[in-house]
Nanobody, 127 residues
Framework: QVQLVESGGGLVQAGGSLRLSCAAS????????MGWFRQAPGKERELLAA????????VRADSVKGRFTISRDNAKNTVFLQMNSLKPEDTAVYYC????????????????????WGKGTLVTVSS
């Protein structure tokens, strides 16, 4: 298994930037495809972006394309989500998740395929 802990959330003004981190336990981190998700109050959890084992990535949500970037540092067992040009509608709890299922990729990641989840970090964007 892998244990995931998100950090870096907080309060930021619209137009600002924030970088979230997801620290993973274990010695097999590099074998996991990782994803960032978010859930706003009253809304479904949505996939934002995913990154493969070697660092290739794909933003999966149109609402954050051009603003959010996912990256990973396997040597540090950490995945990042760089969030720029933040908007009030970005306010949500942000989660990282992991899967090492065969066939997992940045194109196929979705909530149902993720086996391990962090507990989330709250991002609040003010006007």
């Amino acid at each position: 298994q892998v244990q995931l802990v998100e950090s870096g959330g907080g309060l930021v003004q619209a137009g600002g930037s924030l970088r979230l981190s997801c620290a993973a336990s274990g010695r097999t981190f590099s074998s996991y495809v990782m994803g960032w998700f978010r859930q706003a109050p009253g809304k479904e959890r949505e996939l934002l972006a995913a990154i493969n084992r070697s660092g290739g990535s794909k933003v999966r949500a149109d609402s954050v394309k051009g603003r959010f970037t996912i990256s990973r540092d396997n040597a540090k067992n950490t995945v990042f989500l760089q969030m720029n040009s933040l908007k009030p509608e970005d306010t949500a709890v942000y989660y990282c998740a992991a899967t090492n299922r065969v066939g997992g990729s940045v194109a196929t990641v979705r909530s149902e395929l993720m086996d391990y989840w962090g507990k989330g970090t709250l991002v609040t964007v003010s006007s």
